[in-house]
């Protein structure tokens, strides 16, 4: 069973950094796509980043270009993603997201097959 499990969220003040983190077990997921989504309330799922295996290619929503960096470690079989300039409009829930077996790094959510819990991501003006 693959589990997905988001860690590193918290409350900063606007301007601050977090760092996220995404641990996988029951799957190794070298061979995958993995991606970042965010919910606010009242929102629909959105995208953030994604990466694919060998790190390349990574994509970011035209929102977070500049500012958030997504990377890999697949020794670790983990992702992050490192958040700078936070603003007020970055508060959500940011999800984890796996898909598997390819190279494309796709931004619809609907393509991912497997899902963290979220972690919440509050930005204070």
């Known amino acids: 069973q693959v589990q997905l499990v988001e860690s590193g969220g918290g409350l900063v003040q606007a301007g601050g950094s977090l760092r996220l983190s995404c641990a996988a077990s029951?799957?190794?997921?070298?061979?995958?796509?993995m991606g970042w989504f965010r919910q606010a309330p009242g929102k629909e799922r959105e995208f953030v980043a994604a990466?694919?295996?060998?790190?390349?290619?990574?994509r970011y929503a035209d929102s977070v270009k500049g500012r958030f960096t997504i990377s890999r470690d697949n020794a670790e079989n983990t992702v992050h993603l490192q958040m700078n300039s936070l603003k007020p409009e970055d508060t959500a829930v940011y999800y984890c997201?796996?898909?598997?077996?390819?190279?494309?790094?796709?931004?619809?959510?609907?393509?991912?097959?497997?899902w963290g819990q979220g972690t919440q991501v509050t930005v204070s003006s």
């Open positions: 997201a796996a898909r598997p077996n390819t190279v494309f790094v796709h931004t619809a959510h609907g393509l991912y097959a497997y």
């Open positions: 029951g799957r190794t997921l070298s061979r995958d796509v």
């Open positions: 990466i694919n295996w060998s790190g390349g290619s990574p």
